[in-house]
């Protein structure tokens, strides 16, 4: 007998609409609040003062198209303006230096070159970590240079610029890639009593690790350099809106596995005792004691990676952050979601899930009660096979009610 599969659909059919069949329902959980539509350059890291002014960076290296400005603030549902200003923004002659072989992010101290990450310390302070890094048009990205990638932080009472720390080429190599930065201030945590910074060191093409700045002192130091916990794990395959995520990082080269960004989101707990992280290549979530890593003793390497603490798989994520409970929010990429990771009984739980949610770039607990965080189709760069850029416009903030009353983390 001849299988006609058609007459076999057809009888079937009404079979199938005269019962509910099980689907996916798409979203669940805390209720999204649309913030923000990016219609102009390409955004990565939110951040919210307790005033609500809001701040977003626009990495260089990740757009070549991000030329007027890497910094700025939101001014309205669908505008942004450099900030602090235009100048500042626009280094003279641009974020590449030429005349060097091969080409390198311009060297100046005074001016912002490739800002990756901004954050709201707990002063209300606004902190901007610029890479000194930046991308060719052709998508090469350029190393830095000794002395260029810094740490700038702004009075937002005056929006001036009341100190900046460069870090050495001991510490930020030229092709580190410094992603993102929590704090410290209680005066308990140094010597100089100003508080300190943890920083994730991302880099694609060079060692990973952890950063740690002294605020008062401006010296700085890494733990974890390159040790299996910060880097990307291998053979990581990420699915996103139904799409296989394999890297192209240059044309005519050879598709790989997208996992090779390192040690990227970081979030410190409440109590400021330990320290989060996880790399964009690997869904497990680590922790570290933080004495550890202020530790800088003969033997406090070996003491940091003996300390180390996997907390399980979160899902593939980029950003991480922290609310006054204690629950660490991250991304879940494949799961079109923002999930939280409860480290008092070790559970991951979804907090959000929306068809519009995928790649969560960055997150920020404000003061008001709210986690913001970006959607920003990083995987649809030309970075990613095939190849061509399939962006859409707007990107988008979103923000959402965080759960038990949470809010913004107060060490001070």
Known sequence: MRFD???????????AISQQIASDPGRSGATLELVHLYNDLYPQVIAVSSTGRKFSSYARSLDPANIAYTVAELDSNTTERAYPSAEINSPPGGAI?????????????????????????????????????AATPDNVNVASTSGGPKLIGIDLTNDTIFQTILFPSNVVFSDSYINDIRFDLRPSVTASGKGIGYITDSS????????IVDLGTGESWRHLDNTPEVRAQRGILPFIWGEVVYNLLRPGQ????????????IALSADGETLFWSAVGSRTLYSIPTERLRDRSLTSELMAQASVVSRGEKGISDGLETDSNGLIYTGNFEDNAVNVFNPANG???VFA???????????????????????NQLWRTKSYYPGTDRRVKPYVLYRAKCPGNGTKVNLQ
Do not use: H
Not at 5 to 15: C, D
């Open 5 to 15: 599969l058609t007459t076999l659909l057809t009888s079937l059919f009404p079979l």
């Open 97 to 133: 230096n030429y005349t060097t072989n091969p080409p390198t992010g311009a060297n100046y101290p005074n001016y912002f070159i490739g800002v990756q990450s901004v954050v709201i310390d707990p002063k209300d302070r606004l902190w901007i970590l610029d890479t000194e890094r």
């Open 204 to 211: 694609q093409e060079g060692r990973n690790g952890i950063v």
């Open 254 to 265: 050879p598709i790989t596995f997208p996992g090779n960004f390192g040690a990227d989101g």
């Open 347 to 349: 559970t991951v739980q």
């Open 353 to 375: 899930r929306d068809p519009t949610i995928a790649w969560t770039d960055s997150l920020a607990v404000a003061t008001d009660g709210y986690v913001y965080f970006t959607e």
